[in-house]
């Protein structure tokens, strides 16, 4: 049995983007396998919107998401963490939500339109150990130990992030 399939532009065209982006994506990808395991010191952290200090990570379990106001992206992870929250299936004080580009005024301007049972904290020089490339960036932390760092939209993350709970 021959198959009679002809080769079509789009076709390579498919084949060219889908190959640059597992290209694009490969550093990036195995910077944030290199993370996991590793150990992050806690360090003391301002929260946006109240100044106070928390420590960060916190002892158990903790998920970031590195994120910005203007990526879409984000905001469907920041929403679908929202509703793991509110189901109860993450503590609420157990997510943090940091953007290493956008200062507090621009933040708190965001958290004034935009509802998130998260903590904001203020970006420090401990975001540096984990690379962060590109946004949303979830890491997964238990008891201050790199468990899983994930870039990109994935369901797989948010999955992950409830069974630390």
């Avoid at 550093?27 to 993370?35: K, Q």
């Amino acid at each position: 049995m021959r198959l009679n399939y002809k080769l079509k532009i789009s076709d390579v065209v498919f084949a060219v983007v889908l190959f640059a982006l597992a290209v694009f994506r490969l550093p990036t990808m195995l910077a944030n396998f290199a993370m996991e395991g590793k150990t992050i010191p806690a360090v003391s952290r301002q929260v946006i919107g109240s100044g106070e200090s928390v420590s960060y990570p916190p002892e158990g379990g903790a998920v970031a998401i590195y994120w910005a106001t203007w990526c879409a992206p984000c905001k469907l992870e920041m929403i679908r963490l929202k509703k793991s929250v509110e189901a109860g299936d993450i503590p609420r004080d157990r997510v943090f939500a940091i953007s290493l580009s956008e200062d507090a005024a621009t933040i708190n301007g965001f958290l004034a339109k935009n509802d998130y049972p998260f903590t904001f904290l203020m970006p420090s020089p401990q975001d540096e150990a984990f690379q962060i490339a590109a946004t949303p960036t979830l890491v997964l932390l238990k008891d201050k130990q790199v468990v899983s760092v994930g870039t990109g939209p994935s369901f797989w993350g948010i999955w992950r992030a409830e069974g630390l709970f």
